[in-house]
């Protein structure tokens, strides 16, 4: 078996089970017959999610199984803090790591799909608004990103910068909210959540504070912002709850305490 | 009558399925290089039988009998209907587009 039909069967996996059982002897038979190329490949993991979505609309049934969801869970965070390090640590130029340290939030968002699950069961009633908010966040942030970067590219003004990168950090305040909520439902939680929502909330609200109000303080009325050791402040709390929130979220996906079994 | 647009993602492949249909029944990978010769189009695996299990489920084409790996399909009795229906629509839409350009 070469790769890319190693990679069809592996994209074959992603098919909800009922779908596979229908569809995928056909389906390997086709691919027996046309071996698949790059746009094939596209094409099949496309298809998957389609159908993965068609399946939870439809039926009501989870978007991923029990093993998935915890490898996203698992693996979201610790990609997050591998770029994040990557980009303070690794002696890049300041633009390089900055933009590492800013797409590292993409991998870490991830985590909200095993999270609402954890939402659902520890606090119902908040589940909803807790996953759009994070939702709405997480599409925002790489989309603001490009617009920030592309308005830079093109030499336009600098104060359409000035306001794509306000609007940027204005949407992903609604990330900051999540992390804030999602401190706050893991606190209500067993072990070991109490130790991630505390995590979760110190993150959440430096978070907002360091790339929220302060940066669109110094944006937009710098003479108000008299003093830069709250930055500062903000800034080291956030590198320190950050890797724990990401740390202690991933093992209660590896480890769920029972009261919060992902069903 | 079901609508082919109604299909979202999958809407011009189910009806470019549907045409290779029409003349008699084919099983995936027949369909896949009509479809090729036919339109010039080639349709992705995954949005092949995406498209087919759609047509499936609206009952506008069934599986016969057959080997799992290759089972044929063909149009029914509905999916017939629903065709002409659109291909006229379509012919129509095209003949008038085609009539207005000439007349500019």
Do not use: C
Not at chain 2, 74 to 98: H, M, N, P
Request: charged share 15%.
């Amino acid at each position: 078996m070469n790769l890319r039909e190693r990679t069809s069967e592996w994209l074959l996996g992603l098919y909800p089970a009922a779908w596979r059982d229908r569809f995928g002897d056909e389906l390997r038979e086709l691919l027996e017959n046309r071996p698949p190329t790059i746009a094939d490949l596209i094409d099949l993991l496309l298809a998957a999610l389609h159908e993965r979505w068609h399946q939870t609309r439809t039926t009501g049934e989870p978007l991923m199984s029990r093993q998935t969801l915890r490898w996203v869970g698992l693996l979201g965070p610790i990609l997050h803090l591998t770029m994040v390090a990557a980009g303070l640590f690794l002696g890049l130029d300041e633009e390089s790591s900055e933009a590492l340290v800013l797409l590292s939030m993409t991998p870490y968002l991830l985590s909200i799909v095993p999270l609402h699950r954890l939402y659902e069961q520890a606090w119902p009633r908040m589940s909803r608004a807790a996953t759009k908010t994070g939702a709405a966040g997480t599409l925002a942030w790489p989309v603001m990103f490009a617009v920030a970067l592309a308005l830079d590219g093109l030499r336009v003004p600098e104060q359409w910068q000035v306001a794509a990168m306000g609007a940027m950090l204005g949407f992903t305040q609604m990330t900051s909210v999540w992390l804030v909520l999602g401190g706050l439902v893991l606190l209500r939680a067993g072990r070991p959540a109490p130790f991630a929502g505390a995590a979760g909330l110190l993150a959440g609200l430096s978070w907002l504070w360091v790339f929220g109000v302060n940066l669109a303080v110094h944006s937009y009325a710098p003479h108000l912002v008299s003093n830069s050791a709250v930055y500062g402040i903000g800034l080291a709390v956030w590198l320190i709850a950050d890797p724990l929130w990401a740390m202690v979220v991933a093992a209660a996906f590896v480890w769920p305490p029972p009261e919060l079994a992902l069903a | 009558m079901a609508r082919l647009d109604s299909f979202g993602r999958y809407g011009e492949a189910t009806l470019l399925i549907m045409t290779s249909l029409a003349d008699g029944p084919k099983h995936g990978y027949a369909i896949m290089q009509d479809v090729e010769a036919l339109h010039d189009t080639r349709l992705g695996p995954g949005t092949l039988y995406g498209a087919i299990g759609r047509l499936e489920q609206a009952g506008l084409i069934e599986a016969l009998a057959g080997e799992k790996r290759r089972r044929p399909y063909r149009l029914t009795v509905e999916g017939r209907q629903v065709l002409a229906t659109t291909l006229r629509d379509l012919q129509q839409l095209a003949s008038t587009g085609l009539s207005r350009l000439a007349g500019q």
